[in-house]
Structures are given as C-alpha cells and as structure tokens.
C-alpha cells in the first residue's frame, strides 16, 4: 500500500502538469525525475539492499553485534554518497535545464536516494506496518502539495518538490541513530554494492534510460510522450516492488540459516501469486492502452499509447522474475554476478535498438518502447534459468503471459468494427477484475 501511495503520487503530479502544462511540461519534470532516480542507482539502492541481505545473515546467526556494525557502517557510506550525488545531479540540472531547476533537483535526488537507502532497513527491522503509514502519508503530501502548485500556475521541476519533501520526511524518520563502533566493508560486501549498481543501472536504469533517450532523440516533446506512456504501464508494477522489498529480508534469513529450500519454494510462491495478479490487469491495460491515454492524458498524448503494449509487457515480466532475481541475489556474491551479468546483456541489447532508432523520422516512439522490452524480457528470462538450474519449462509462463500482453492489440485490431472491440474489452475488463481478486488473495497467502 506504501509503494502504491508513491507510485501515486507521482502519477497523479504528473498528470496535473500534463493536464495544465502540456507534453512539454511533462517531458521537463519527467527528465528531473529520470535524473533524480538515476543518481538513487549509482549506490545507494545497492547500499539499501546489501543493508538488508548482511543485516539479515547476522540476524539469522543472531548475531546483534555483527548487525549493528554492519548497519553502522553501510548507512554511513550511504549518507555521505547520498550527499555527493545530490550535489552533483543539482550542479547538472543546473548547467542543462537552468538554473530554476536547481532546487527541485536537489530535493528530489536526495529523496529518492534516502528513501532507496531506508526503505529496506525498515523491513529488516520489522516495522513494515509503520513505514506503511509514513510512505501513505509522504504520498499525499506529494499529490497535494503538485496538485496545489499546479492549479496555482507553477509549472517545471517546482511541482515535484512535495514529492521530495516526502520522501526526505521517511528517510529521515527510519533514519537510526548510528553507533560509534561500526564494521568495515569487506570484500564480500564491496563487491555485492558494485555488482548490484551494475545491474541496478542495467535494469532500473533502463526505465529512467527510455524517457532521457526520448528527449536526447526527440526533445523535451519525446520525454513527455514517453513519460505518459510509463504513467499509464507502470503502478501496477509496484506491487511487485513491494512483494519483493517484504520478501529480500525472508530469503536472506532463510538463505543465512542454511535453509536454502525453503527460500526456493517461497520465491517460486511469490513469482506464481504475482504473474496471477498482474497478467489479467497487464492484459486490460495494454486493450485499452488508446483509450486509456485520451481519458487520463487527453488527445495531445495519444499518440504515447503504441508504446504502452511493450511497456506494459516488459514490466509484467520483470514482476514474474522479481522474485527470482531477489533470491539469486541472497545466495552469494556469485548470485550477484550473474544477476549483473544478464542485467548488462539486456541493457546492451536494448541500447543497439536505441541507438538504431536515433533520429531515425517516425520511429522513435515504437523502437524506444521495443528497446526497452528487449532489455527486461532478456534479462528476465536469464534471471529465471539461472536460479530454476536452466529449466526451459520454468520460462514457459513468463513467455506465455508476456506475448498473450503483446499481442492484445494486434487482437483487437483484427476485430470487424468497433462494437466487437468495446465487447471483447468489457469481457477482459471483468474477467481480469474477477480473477484479479480471487488471485490477490493467494498472493497475500504468500507472507
């Protein structure tokens, strides 16, 4: 419900600039936003969860000194690279998008970045029910505080400052007191941060990649039509965000205390309960993508709505592998390696779709979304073989329910006529709210 909140409140500040502001409004924040996010990957995401797998292995041991000089230590690297990259990211912003944008940069960067860092030292300590409250609360200081600013006639980077003021109130509430006596990194858990800001920039760095491509390509017009389609694709994927940042602390424990088949069976429970929940809402969403774009956008931003099938495809996939990754990263720091490894060959495969697409008239919109398909499906797939032991059957249901998404619009387009169209769509929308709520409760099974 947290993650919701957020993934709300961004979706909502958006749709207020787009709805007053236009595309180009959007295409502004969105660029700031891309940013902010990108900077969160350059560590402290890593840092984040390498706090909750260590902390968790010594939990497992019971081991109260080792946890808290691991916390120590990691949290206070987390906070001074925090501080270098806010710096940074506002003296960019700056010198690209001027001045005015500045301050919205550096609050929205330090947010993102503290909110990367706490968010899993919240669940390892087991106030989830707490941090629930507080992003619940951030979140709707975010809507108001944009929706405020928007009515009032402020436009760029200013409307996302609520945001960032939300998400630097819950760092600094989970933020602990630090202890003199702290643990150096060791090997292990340097190469664990490395490892994963390689794959994190490779996976979650693709999605804040596709709007800075978009207005590289095709100006600040390009990352606004990109941005809307991401708004439309993207909250339902916090769900799997949110099983996963539950459930990292579990198979760290599990993995920790030795009982490796245990944290195997909970992950393939949590990517089944995911791919029932999310396939049938993937599937709606990607029907009515047009529709969609001109109810929540207007008609400026329809033309957004041909990347919303492969956006949305790419995400439902990345969901059903989320568990997966999340255990091949609690084994070893082999896990780790691999996890980055096949983060990197996507992203690569997904960066030459790019740069073929690069001011290439008429193409942009359709080959930025198959880039980024290309790169999560890819990196999905390798993630599922590598911890199944290469079982082609375990891809079966990620392929199956990734093309069945795909192809929706193609099936729609073969329909005689519009009525068939809204008929079949009205069939989908009830079966996928029917199986929707049936299977969510089987997710919430899970924990």
Same mark, same amino acid.
């Given at each position: 419900?947290?993650?919701?909140?957020?993934?709300?409140?961004?979706?909502?500040?958006?749709?207020?600039?787009?709805?007053?502001?236009?595309?180009?409004?959007?295409?502004?924040?969105?660029?700031?936003?891309?940013?902010?996010?990108?900077?969160?990957?350059?560590?402290?995401?890593?840092?984040?969860?390498?706090?909750?797998?260590?902390?968790?292995?010594?939990?497992?041991? +019971?081991?109260?000194?080792? +946890?808290?000089?691991?916390?120590?230590?990691?949290?206070?690297?987390?906070?001074?690279?925090?501080?270098?990259? *806010?710096?940074?990211?506002?003296?960019?912003?700056?010198?690209?998008? !001027?001045?005015?944008?500045?301050?919205?940069?550096?609050?929205?960067?330090?947010?993102?970045?503290?909110?990367?860092?706490?968010?899993?030292?919240?669940?390892?300590?087991?106030?989830?029910? $707490? !941090?629930?409250?507080? $992003? /619940?609360?951030?979140?709707?200081? !975010?809507?108001?505080?944009?929706?405020?600013?928007?009515?009032?006639?402020?436009?760029?980077?200013?409307?996302?400052?609520?945001?960032?003021?939300?998400?630097?109130?819950?760092?600094?509430?989970?933020?602990?007191?630090? +202890?003199?006596?702290?643990?150096?990194?060791?090997? +292990?858990?340097?190469?664990?941060?490395?490892?994963?800001?390689?794959?994190?920039?490779?996976? @979650?760095?693709?999605?804040?990649?596709?709007?800075?491509?978009?207005?590289?390509?095709?100006?600040?017009?390009?990352?606004?039509?990109?941005?809307?389609?991401?708004?439309?694709?993207?909250?339902?994927?916090?769900? *799997?965000?949110?099983?996963?940042?539950?459930?990292?602390?579990?198979?760290?424990?599990?993995?920790?205390?030795?009982?490796?088949?245990?944290?195997?069976?909970?992950?393939?429970?949590? @990517?089944?309960?995911?791919?029932?929940?999310?396939?049938?809402?993937?599937?709606?969403?990607?029907?009515?993508?047009?529709?969609?774009?001109?109810?929540?956008?207007?008609?400026?931003?329809?033309?957004?709505?041909?990347?919303?099938?492969?956006?949305?495809?790419?995400?439902?996939?990345? @969901?059903?592998?989320?568990?997966?990754?999340?255990?091949?990263?609690?084994?070893?720091?082999?896990?780790?390696?691999?996890?980055?490894?096949?983060?990197?060959?996507?992203? /690569?495969?997904?960066?030459?779709?790019?740069?073929?697409?690069?001011?290439?008239?008429?193409?942009?919109?359709?080959?930025?979304?198959?880039?980024?398909?290309? @790169?999560?499906?890819?990196?999905?797939?390798?993630? /599922?073989?590598?911890?199944?032991?290469?079982?082609?059957?375990?891809?079966?249901?990620?392929?199956?329910?990734?093309?069945?998404?795909?192809?929706?619009?193609? /099936?729609?387009?073969?329909?005689?006529?519009?009525?068939?169209?809204?008929?079949?769509?009205?069939?989908?929308?009830?079966?996928?709210?029917?199986?929707?709520?049936?299977?969510?409760?089987?997710?919430?099974?899970?924990?």
């Amino acid at each position: 419900m947290g993650v919701a909140a957020q993934g709300m409140s961004r979706l909502l500040a958006n749709l207020a600039v787009g709805r007053i502001g236009g595309v180009d409004s959007v295409g502004q924040i969105g660029t700031i936003s891309a940013v902010a996010f990108t900077a969160a990957l350059l560590g402290p995401t890593a840092l984040g969860a390498a706090l909750s797998k260590f902390v968790a292995h010594a939990q497992g041991r +019971e081991d109260e000194n080792a +946890e808290q000089a691991i916390s120590t230590g990691l949290l206070t690297r987390a906070a001074l690279l925090t501080a270098a990259l *806010a710096s940074g990211v506002a003296c960019w912003i700056g010198l690209t998008l !001027g001045m005015r944008e500045v301050i919205p940069a550096l609050v929205m960067t330090l947010g993102a970045c503290g909110y990367a860092i706490t968010r899993p030292w919240c669940f390892v300590q087991r106030r989830s029910s $707490e !941090g629930v409250i507080i $992003e /619940v609360a951030a979140g709707v200081l !975010g809507v108001v505080g944009a929706c405020g600013l928007a009515l009032l006639g402020v436009t760029g980077g200013w409307v996302l400052v609520p945001q960032g003021a939300g998400l630097i109130f819950y760092a600094l509430y989970f933020f602990p007191r630090l +202890e003199r006596r702290w643990m150096p990194i060791g090997r +292990e858990a340097s190469e664990f941060v490395a490892l994963g800001t390689a794959a994190g920039l490779a996976s @979650s760095g693709v999605f804040q990649g596709t709007i800075l491509f978009a207005r590289l390509d095709g100006g600040v017009k390009a990352a606004g039509l990109a941005a809307s389609a991401f708004s439309i694709s993207t909250p339902l994927s916090f769900i *799997a965000s949110a099983v996963t940042s539950a459930l990292y602390p579990r198979l760290a424990i599990s993995v920790g205390a030795g009982e490796g088949v245990a944290a195997q069976t909970l992950a393939q429970r949590a @990517s089944s309960a995911l791919a029932s929940v999310l396939c049938p809402l993937f599937l709606m969403i990607s029907w009515f993508a047009p529709e969609l774009m001109t109810i929540v956008w207007g008609r400026e931003f329809v033309p957004a709505a041909v990347m919303v099938p492969p956006m949305v495809t790419a995400i439902l996939a990345t @969901s059903m592998a989320a568990p997966q990754v999340a255990l091949l990263t609690a084994k070893s720091r082999g896990g780790v390696r691999l996890s980055a490894m096949t983060s990197v060959g996507g992203t /690569v495969l997904g960066v030459i779709l790019w740069a073929a697409a690069y001011r290439m008239p008429g193409s942009q919109p359709q080959l930025i979304a198959w880039g980024y398909l290309l @790169s999560m499906a890819l990196t999905a797939i390798a993630a /599922v073989l590598l911890t199944m032991g290469s079982a082609l059957s375990a891809v079966v249901p990620i392929v199956a329910a990734s093309t069945g998404v795909l192809l929706a619009p193609v /099936v729609r387009s073969l329909l005689p006529g519009p009525l068939l169209e809204m008929m079949a769509g009205l069939i989908i929308g009830v079966g996928a709210s029917v199986l929707g709520a049936i299977s969510s409760r089987r997710l919430l099974s899970t924990w």
